[in-house]
């Protein structure tokens, strides 16, 4: 299995949502993967987010009564079950077996630690060379292909947005600024209006920060002597096929 | 201010820190136990297994995977599943669900107990819930709160298999981005 697959699986374990079969599969890869283990505990954190779109309901305070009861009788059972010292043992013998004891713990204490930070250290060396990688291809992409500005419309004219096309990878980089804050239920859409075809091409849905600028990057780009120009328009939020709304962006 | 409270003072054995952290978490659990099951006793019960399991079971809870919370809220979440299951597997699902929750929506305090941080996650977790094409939402909620299987969504739906697990997958991974600032890993 790809790691991208691995990670398909991660999405649904996460939910408890896959089989045992593919959860077998997941843990397999899990113990020797660092990358995908990041993914997989990435995702069940935010399925535990999904937990807090419920109403948070107060629960009646027997059940914190209860409870508190409860781990009272539970630590008296246990230490019921611990066995009583016989009085009859030297109290150097308990004392040295206490200090031993205490050392033991802390070395395994200590030990732990130390390999959890090992292995923190080597996760984040990867991802660094990760991250390194990407960027270095970003800036090979950016500094050698063509680019297109696309400049403010009538409704915005103080917009803008250059392309940073990278047809090695079929890809584009794009940034958008100074677009107007779309409103929720709204979301921007980029269009490239091809050489070969009459009718507009979707290239992804955004949506603006508070300051008006968004990134995108387009993957499976036409080749770009076949882009004749770009366009966005303002659209219903997730983007439509064809577009409806008023030009914002416009560039060829 | 301690990153797991919770587990802190089941380690130390202190039940007074135990139950000021129960206190910032029970209604987070409690709403989502509500919302799964649709039982008020069920859930109760259900509230007081998970925190009892959390005082027992402290030593096995792993910062690196996840916050404490995030680690409760997998073990009610679990819990409340079975008993949902198990339920529906007896035949004997409650047809009063509407009723217990229309009765325990006067006990629902958004502002008590509720800290501003907790107020905005939800916020940004319903805006990003929202933001998903309908058909994604509703296989991820058909498997998160209602506890349904890949096959059993498919079939629900009159969809094909791969689809579902295609459309939770996208939702998933969605999610992710749209949180990222509000996870611990």
Not at chain 2, 27 to 42: E, H, T
């Amino acid at each position: 299995m790809t790691h991208e697959e691995i990670q398909q699986l991660a999405a649904l374990d996460a939910i408890d949502a896959a089989t045992p079969e593919e959860v077998a599969e997941l843990r397999r890869h899990l113990e020797t993967c660092s990358e995908c283990r990041r993914v997989a505990n990435e995702l069940n954190e935010t399925a535990a987010l999904i937990a807090l779109s419920a109403d948070p309901v107060a629960p009646p305070s027997q059940v914190r009564d209860e409870l508190l009861r409860e781990i009272s009788r539970f630590d008296r059972a246990r230490t019921e079950e611990m066995p009583v010292p016989r009085r009859t043992r030297q109290w150097w013998l308990a004392a040295a077996a206490a200090v031993l004891l205490v050392l033991l713990g802390w070395s395994a204490i200590q030990l732990r630690s130390l390999r959890q930070q090992e292995r923190a250290l080597r996760d984040e060396v990867a991802r660094l060379k990760a991250d390194r990688q990407k960027l270095s291809e970003t800036i090979a992409a950016l500094s050698g292909g063509r680019t297109i500005q696309l400049a403010g419309q009538a409704i915005a004219p103080s917009a803008s947005a250059r392309v940073f096309l990278d047809p090695s990878q079929r890809r584009a980089f794009v940034f958008f600024h100074g677009l107007p804050p779309n409103a929720g239920d709204k979301s921007y859409q980029l269009w490239i209006i091809r050489a070969d075809q009459v009718a507009p091409q979707s290239a992804g849905v955004f949506n603006v920060d508070a300051s008006g600028n968004a990134s995108l990057v387009v993957q499976n780009l036409p080749v770009d002597t076949m882009i004749k120009a770009l366009a966005v328009t303002l659209e219903p939020r997730g983007g439509v096929k064809a577009p409806t709304g008023e030009k914002y962006l416009v560039g060829s | 201010m301690s990153k797991h409270p919770l587990c802190e003072a089941a380690l130390a054995g202190n039940s007074s820190a135990f139950g000021a952290a129960y206190d910032q978490y029970a209604s987070l659990v409690y709403g989502l136990l509500l919302r799964i099951i649709r039982d008020a006793q069920d859930a109760q019960e259900i509230l007081q297994e998970t925190f009892l399991s959390a005082w027992t079971n402290a030593r096995k809870f792993d910062p690196e995977r996840g916050s404490e919370l995030a680690w409760l809220i997998s073990m009610a979440r679990s819990r409340a599943l079975d008993r949902l299951r198990s339920r529906e597997r007896r035949g004997q699902r409650e047809q009063e669900a509407a009723r217990q929750i229309s009765t325990l929506r006067p006990n629902v305090d958004p502002l008590g107990n509720d800290p501003v941080a907790f107020r905005e996650i939800r916020s940004a977790v319903r805006s990003a819930l929202n933001e998903l094409p309908d058909a994604q939402r509703s296989a991820l909620e058909l498997a998160y709160f209602d506890g349904l299987s890949q096959s059993e969504i498919a079939s629900r739906l009159g969809e094909p298999l791969g689809t579902i697990k295609t459309r939770t997958n996208l939702a998933m991974k969605k999610l992710r981005e749209r949180l990222s600032a509000f996870r611990r890993t």
